[in-house]
């Protein structure tokens, strides 16, 4: 029996509509910001599209362009006036930033209870307790993408391809909080391929273009890729030989149009999350 290809573009869109509900019926407008430095192309198109989403939904949005040169210091005095802001209530600080700026500084910068990314030291060290916190969108997307397949997650055998700050050790956090036994998986994995023929939920996040080979995945494994790779001659494609694995699937994403259109949702989400939060009615 073919597998079941989950649509992630419906399910954001679904997301997004229930967002826009709640949103119609506050007296206010969650207010989100998005830091971004430099002209990145590829942040760019992110922004642009999630400037589009959190309007169509309601939010107050809207992106502060700062110069390529911007300094370190300047960066986060940025950070810490939208930290003041009352009526801001999510601030994304838009990765890559330029070399003079470090990432983690910026990202140590926002106020925890407003890093809809859910990237600050606190919001992980919560993640990791098992506390509520706001948590990474992609991650977060993923665990919306295994319901809708319908994943058995308690008790199930689960493989993280990935060790990322970003969504591979999150997502382990995340899977592990569902009473899943988790294994997180690397470059430096012996048997890597064994090890994924063992779990019965693989989530591949380790940004190497089709890696996760059909011989690699048991008989009705859900799978979820995370990866997006663009290859020489233009195509996209995720860390799973889609063609392959199919096959042998209950469940699987596809690149694009599967984990992809989740992150923005999942952004939303935090955003309000937070700004409820913010106000003593989460």
Known sequence: MPARVIDGKAVAERIRAGLAARIADLPFK???????????????????????AAAAAGFASRTRHLPADTTEAALLAEIAALNADPAVDG????????????????????????????????NAGRLASGL??????????????????????????????????????????????????????????????????RADIVVAAVGRPEMVRGGWVKPGAVVMDVGINRLADGRLVGDVAFGEVAPHAAAITPVPGGVGPMTIACLLENTLDAALARRGTA
Request: one cysteine or more; hydrophobic letters at 45%.
């Open 30 to 52: 969650p207010g989100l910001v998005v830091v971004r430095v430099g002209d990145d192309p590829a942040s760019g198109v992110y922004v642009r599209n999630k400037d589009k």
């Open 91 to 122: 601030i994304l600080v838009q990765l890559p930033l330029p070399p003079q700026i470090r990432a983690e500084a910026a990202i140590a910068a926002v106020d925890p209870a407003k890093d809809v990314d859910g990237f600050h030291p606190l």
């Open 132 to 197: 509520p916190g706001l948590v990474p969108c992609t991650p977060r997307g993923v665990m919306h993408l295994l319901a809708e397949a319908g994943a058995k997650l308690r008790g199930a055998r689960a493989i993280v391809l990935g060790r990322s700050q970003i969504v591979g050790r999150p997502m382990a956090q995340l899977l592990l909080s569902a009473d899943c036994t988790v294994t997180i998986a690397h470059s430096r994995t012996d048997n890597l391929p064994e090890e994924c023929r």
